[in-house]
């Protein structure tokens, strides 16, 4: 997917605009396979939470959970592939983890697909996505 | 000097899971972006935060500027013994903050 | 492609209405006027109004859709509406320069769009037929 | 009769209707400002916090939880000396500059808005109430006819969105009643804390307007007639908005 929307500047005191760049399906994807290797990626376990009409792309609230007792889980992986830069976090747990769950706080540049993963202590690894809208300020300031 | 506010229970039970929660003022700032002018605003990051409990890392979190401004992290934890949790972060110029707080295992 | 006579063009009623706004009556393009419509920051058309243009959640509900407003409305009256929507209408005159309040300094003495702009925004909508 | 009937019973309920605009947030920034350690705009209460112990606020004023508690609620307020009204940043800078001495606050510094989040904390959970009757009187009006006045190169007023359009979508978003219950507030468009100034400046902008200075006249004659429109409006600063 492309980002659909490049905004023309027009004068307004203050205006901050993005630098036009994307990153792409394909990036996300040679990214998830250095993280992932040989091993198989499959659907479930992980559950990635995002609303799915996004208010403002400039804060948004995510969830990421794993069903797995505390401690099984070795690491969450978030990437955003309409992003200027795909990647958004990566989560390394050490043996005090408790509850496999974090919660945080994305920037989302337009409507997209995210995607969390989550690798196993037992080398499996695990995928859920979302497909969100991105609603943008009707006035910038 | 960037603001801090971690909320940690004070008290916890031994090995039972506990919430932490962590706001960080920083802005954040992407790269991505220009101002008023045209021209680019640089990168101005927190890219690296580490969470320890006593000698033991809790949690490692790389952070790209997808990471909204003010970051804000919630997780679960457990522990043992009473000790110190302590945050430690790092930003684009290298420079490293930690906050601190003590909970009492009973 | 619609094409505008003369013996179509509305009365002149406002006196804010630009000389130029009225002198230009070339048909105009209508995919530029397309591209108009969609940016929310050159037209911002899409604001209040919505239309048969990608994105819909982006679009607003304070005015009627676009969707089929060449149906309804003659070039002529399109026109109008864009250059002297009247007093009783929330929408601003796209062609007056004069009659306004407290302007900001970006856009003193310069309408929300061009003459040529305007043709091709009426070129575009008369496109936007009823199914 | 019958339409009459309708009509004024439509009036009755928009008349009714008077809600802040968290109730136009999604659940999830609802949650965002409910949650006092995930509200970032408690990174400037804590700022504000420890400059009124660290400095001369206490001195003078005490614990800010007994002495400020409800003050937030009653400003714009009456100033007898400046024989006009005057908003709650404005008596603080008053007091900054003139008691303590202090240089003024950088508007939207994280000082200015840090303190002025402490001080409007004190009063969350309380009915905004501020006095429009007296000397207020004219300045009240003055802010009334600001509020119905279209301006900008997009000519719109105030009222048509606030009033007549509130719960409409402009582009994608809902239009909120436009009330200031929650100032200074976190925005997430703005991706930090602001005051109502910077929040009315933002409107203004968007008609392609000339904001009004941050202490004019009109400024501070709109924010108390916004006030006084949101009168009953529980204040929740430090409130988060989209």
Redesign the interface.
Known sequence: MIARRRFV?TA????????A?TASHVQVAVLIRQLVGDAKLAEGRVKLDLPVLVENG???GMTVSVDAP?GAVHSLHVY?EA???P???????????????????????TSQTVTAIAQMHDGTFWQDSVELLVTLAACID | MV?V?L?VPRQVRRNE???V?L???H??E?G?????V?L??PRDIINLLVVT?GN????????????????????????VASGTLSITFTDDHGVTQSETATVEVV | MPTRGSARLPMKRSVSLGVAALLTMAAGDPGSGRAIVANRQVSACLLCHSGPIPDPHLQGNLAPALTGVGSRLTAAELRQRLTDPGKDSIMPSYAATAGLNRVGQPWVGKPVLTPTQIDDVVAFLSTLRAP | MKRLLVLALLLTAAAGDIHSGYDDASPETRAMQD?D??N?G??WV??GEAQWSGKACAACHGDARVSMRGVAARYPAYDAALNRPITLDQRIAQCRTERQHAEPFTPES?AALGLSAYIGLQSRGMPLQVSTDGPMRPFYETGRTLFNTRMGQLNLSCAQCHDERAGMKLAGAVIPQGHPNGYPEYRLEW??MGSLTRRIRNCMVGVRAEPFPPDSAEMTALALFLAARAAGLKIETPAVRP
């Open positions: 500047l307004a005191a203050g205006t901050v605009l993005p630098v760049a400039n804060t948004v505390p955003a992003n200027p830069l990647e958004v976090c990566h989560i390394r747990f050490g043996p005090r983890a408790g509850v496999p769950r974090i919660q945080t706080r994305i920037r989302l540049a | 603001r506010l909320n899971p506990f919430d929660k706001l960080i003022s802005p954040m992407s991505q972006r220009r101002d008023a045209g680019a605003i409990y033991e890392e809790v949690l490692r979190m790389d952070l790209f500027p997808a990471i909204a401004a003010n970051p804000f992290l919630a997780f679960s934890m457990t522990a | 949650d350690s995930a970032p408690f990174l804590r700022e994280d991706q930090t």
